[in-house]
T-cell receptor, first 114, second 113 residues
């Protein structure tokens, strides 16, 4: 199993540009999570999906952020327009959907907005 | 809402020293508890987890953690650390059921020779 796959690994973009982060969860996992990691705030849950359906997006900081999961093997997190304060590492994680399995994390996307 | 507190922001130890990292959570119901490790530049990896049974849980690389329900704690321990244990350690909790993991802010461990 290739694990949770995220792309790109690094993204540098100018303020105001649209950024799209991608995630492929582990096959058979029916829960998918997007987290943001910063020095100041640690790991914050942005949004999660069960069976491709968004369950809780209360962690999405602003309307500039949106996430989709069109099918069981793909999810995107989009920021439009991007701002310097969005600079962070964005992690995707997936889980079989039972609470005590824990999550498998992807390698993350390091986003820098200049 | 659940929350997780990790008391130590940065711990510096010499090789072979014993380690204990504190973790307390706030939630009155049944919980699942986890410790994750993040090596420099890498993603989070599961070290160990507790969801029922023996409150002393053994994980990978010689780590263990003890769930003390009365103290709402799940401290991580290792009898003798190695330089390769240098990493950031995150405690996480979720309520029984399928609620998302809530993470503590992490403890950075630096092991020096």
């Amino acid at each position: 199993d290739a694990g949770v796959i995220q792309s790109p690994r690094h993204e540098v973009t100018e303020m105001g540009q649209e950024v799209t982060l991608r995630c492929k969860p582990i096959s058979g996992h029916n829960s998918l999570f997007w987290y943001r990691q910063t020095m100041m705030r640690g790991l914050e849950l942005l949004i999660y999906f069960n069976n491709n359906v968004p369950i809780d997006d209360s962690g999405m900081p602003e309307d500039r952020f949106s996430a989709k999961m069109p099918n069981a093997s793909f999810s995107t997190l989009k920021i439009q327009p991007s701002e310097p304060r969005d600079s962070a590492v964005y992690f995707c994680a997936s889980s079989p959907g039972t609470a005590h399995y824990g999550y498998t994390f992807g390698s993350g996307t390091r986003l820098t907005v200049v | 809402a659940q929350s997780v507190s990790q008391h130590n922001h940065h711990v510096i130890l010499s090789e072979a020293a014993s380690l204990e990292l504190g973790c307390n959570y706030s939630y009155g119901g049944t919980v699942n508890l986890f410790w994750y490790v993040q090596y420099p530049g890498q993603h989070l990896q599961l070290l160990l987890k507790y969801f029922s049974g023996d409150p002393l849980v053994k994980g990978i690389k010689g780590f263990e953690a003890e769930f003390i329900k009365s103290k709402f704690s799940f401290n991580l321990r290792k009898p003798s650390v190695q330089w390769s244990d240098t990493a950031e350690y995150f405690c996480a909790v979720n309520a029984a059921g399928n609620t998302p993991l809530v993470f503590g802010k992490g403890t950075r461990l630096s092991v020096i020779a």
